[in-house]
């Protein structure tokens, strides 16, 4: 079959796709790209998906078969952890046993470079490339037992944990929201970032969904509103004052205030942008990408600050820390990385962060929003998937290369990535792929909840209309 990395990292179906015999085929290739390397070190983790532990270590015995050095998490970890003990090991490169979000029938494999972000586009398809070259000549796969490795101390076990929590305490003021007394509730979907803000605040948090399912409790552990029934219900029940939750990786944050409404990764990127800048008097290049709200903007033109946008994919915010000096890069899928911390998403950093403004606002989330939305706003997003076939997605895309700023009576189309509409009165649609799974996803930012309703209506339908 052909590997192909999308928007961050190749992910497929579980005993379809998604094979020992593949993930083999896709690590060795990473082995021959770097078979000059000087550095053999590689940080390899997993999450909890079916089967994460084995595929982890299928990828370490090819690892090792090929001399390299590896350390692996002694547990199912975040992938941000991963990012950071690349940094902080340095290593040649991290390997994530991990689908993020994606259903549970899926399982993937993220790539992280020697500053703990994401791989980029010229980094994956040197990769793809290589395998490619490998199985035109079917390339024997090395492999070395672990219990060898071992014993020759080319393979070790670690926790990271607490070099990411000494790293954590460096950037925020724990103690700050410990003395707050904010009672919180945080959802781990049944992910990876289970236990480890419990391991914090111990007695502050209330933690749901922590327990290993392999069914993600029948929904995708992705933090978005449709997903966070229970998080609303224990927020209410608990009288908490905020709930937090992060995908299955944990690099993507969502939240609900304490009123059980829910805020938008839109809205958190937006506060932690103001945040940095006006409490932490911090200045630097702000990245985001083209399905982010205009918020971001309309803050960086009040606080003269310069701002980039991005097609969707960390991997293009990564790539742009790496040129640049930037203050925080962020997409509205929840993934939101500040460089100083590490060149990559952190849904566990942003949770805290979010916790550290409402201790020193010491005002209700819902007020901190409302204040947000009443500086830079109004503007209400919403977003729709259309789950398709992939042939029938061939089929739209190859008719929506017709498609006109006309067409939906927009003043701007761009095709940065996908066909963004920009229209008269500010607000915007988006039709693109997903580079993860077989939908067609719908975007829209409005002045009003209704209004943004009805340009993903429109959306729709004209989907409808050119794939009959």
């Not at 607490?162 to 992910?191: C, E, R, T, W």
């Not at 805020?263 to 990408?289: C, G, H, N, P």
């Not at 790539?319 to 911390?341: D, M, N, T, Y």
Request: proline fraction near 3%; glycine fraction near 6%; hydrophobic fraction near 40%.
């Amino acid at each position: 079959m052909t590997i192909q990395f999308g928007t961050d990292g190749w992910r497929a179906i579980i005993g379809k796709d998604f094979t020992y015999e593949n993930v083999a085929q896709l690590i060795q290739a990473f082995c021959d790209f770097h078979v000059q390397s000087k550095n053999k070190k590689v940080i390899v983790g997993y999450d909890r998906r079916f089967c994460s532990r084995e595929f982890a270590e299928e990828a370490t015995k090819v690892l090792l078969g090929n001399d390299f050095q590896v350390e692996m998490a002694s547990q199912y970890v975040p992938t941000p952890l991963i990012s950071c003990g690349v940094v902080q090991k340095k290593a040649l490169a991290g390997v994530m046993i991990t689908a993020s979000h994606n259903p549970y029938q899926w399982n993937g494999v993220k790539i992280k470079e020697r500053d703990g972000g994401s791989a980029s586009t010229k980094y994956v398809k040197a990769i793809e490339k290589q395998l490619l070259k490998n199985q035109n000549r079917n390339r024997r796969i090395k492999k070395q037992r672990l219990e060898k490795a071992i014993k020759n101390k080319q393979l070790r076990f670690f926790n990271p944990l607490p070099d990411y929590l000494k790293k954590l305490s460096q950037f925020v003021d724990l103690n700050l929201i410990k003395k707050s007394k904010l009672k919180i509730v945080y959802d781990a979907m049944h992910g990876a970032g289970a236990g480890y803000l419990k391991e914090i605040f111990r007695k502050q948090i209330i933690e749901i969904r922590d327990q290993e399912d392999l069914l993600f409790g029948g929904v995708n552990p992705e933090p978005i509103e449709k997903n966070l029934a229970f998080l609303k219900a224990t927020i209410k029940k608990e009288k908490a004052h905020i709930g937090l939750v992060t995908d299955g990786d944990a690099d993507r944050i969502g939240a609900i205030d304490e009123k059980g409404n829910f805020i938008s990764a839109q809205q958190i990127f937006a506060l932690l942008l103001q945040y940095l800048l006006e409490d932490r008097s911090w200045k630097a290049q702000v990245i985001k990408t083209v399905s982010t709200t205009q918020m971001i903007d309309r803050i960086c033109k009040i606080f003269s600050v310069p701002l980039d946008e991005t097609p969707i994919g960390f991997k293009h915010i990564c790539q742009a820390f790496r040129e640049s000096k930037v203050l925080i890069g962020g997409e509205e899928s929840g993934g939101i990385g500040i460089p100083c911390h590490v060149e990559e998403r952190d849904g566990l950093l942003c949770a805290l962060l979010l916790l550290e403004i409402l201790a020193k606002q010491k005002l209700p989330f819902s007020q901190v929003i409302s204040k947000l939305q009443k500086k830079y706003g109004p503007l209400y997003y919403y977003r729709e998937d259309i789950p398709f076939s992939s042939a029938d997605i061939k089929t739209v895309l190859k008719k929506l290369k017709a498609c006109q700023a006309e067409d939906f009576k927009a003043v701007i189309l761009d095709k940065k990535d996908g066909w963004k509409f920009y229209f008269s009165d500010q607000s915007w649609l988006l039709i693109r792929a997903s580079g993860t799974e077989p939908l067609l996803r719908t975007y829209a930012e409005a002045k009003t909840k209704k209004q943004a309703h009805q340009m993903i209506a429109m959306a729709k339908k004209y989907i409808k209309k050119i794939s009959t």
